[in-house]
Antibody, heavy 119, light 112 residues
């Protein structure tokens, strides 16, 4: 059974940093591109970025709203995806989901982890 | 960025009746490989999003066949042939053809 479990969310002050993790199981993690998607409370879905697999050169891509502040990485040996978030802003407050990419979008999603940026 | 426009914003439906959601993109979603990366997601209250349809018309595993997707180019539709109570939630279209990936604003399906 495919499972994605996010962790690492919490309360952080503006300008601070946080690192989210996504633990994957039930599939060959190294074969898949992986996405981060976020959702502010009561709002729609916003794609944050993608980590491509080894076959695609481990390329990472980001939304303009987070480029230069967020960094996506992965450790295929640990079946894990990460999101390092620096210089956090209040508008980064959201539930962050990781999703497995298949056929160009997320076919499996985690339960999400809440990040709150507030003083 | 490609803008995804969904309509209606809210869709009250009688149980057992059909429902249809429109999604329009500001650019063609046909990729250079010939595929069209337009996908549909359902988000039930309090749950994570779930993909229903990938690449316009392909149902994901376990998705009831009352859900169907169609369209081409810039104009796409998600149809529910007979709405059931468990279909209540917000539906999003998403394009994966152009970077950055973008979602529609969502359509809330509710029971009358």
């Amino acid at each position: 059974e495919v499972q994605l479990v996010e962790s690492g969310g919490g309360l952080v002050q503006p300008g601070g940093s946080l690192r989210l993790s996504c633990a994957a199981s039930g599939f060959t993690f190294s074969d898949h591109n992986m996405d981060w998607v976020r959702q502010a409370s009561g709002k729609g879905l916003e794609w944050v970025g993608r980590s491509r697999n080894k076959a695609d050169g481990y390329i990472t891509e980001y939304a303009a709203s987070v480029e230069g502040r967020f960094t996506i990485s992965r450790d295929d040996s640990k079946n894990s995806l990460y999101l390092q978030m620096n210089s956090l802003k209040t508008e980064d407050t959201a539930v962050y989901y990781c999703a497995r990419d298949s056929y160009g979008s997320g076919d499996y999603w985690g339960q999400g982890t809440l990040v709150t940026v507030s003083s | 960025d490609v803008v995804m426009t969904q309509s209606p914003l809210s869709l009250p439906v009688t149980l057992g009746q059909p429902a249809s959601i429109s999604c329009r993109s500001s650019q063609s979603l046909v990729y250079s490989d010939g595929n069209t990366y337009l996908h549909w997601f359902q988000q039930r209250p309090g749950q994570s999003p779930r993909r229903l349809i990938y690449q316009v018309s392909n149902r994901d595993s376990g998705v009831p066949d009352r859900f169907s997707g169609s369209g081409s180019g810039t104009d796409f539709t998600l149809k529910i042939s007979r709405v059931e109570a468990e279909d209540v939630g917000i539906y999003y279209c998403m394009q994966g053809t152009h970077w950055p990936l973008t979602f529609g604003g969502g359509t809330r399906v509710e029971i009358k």
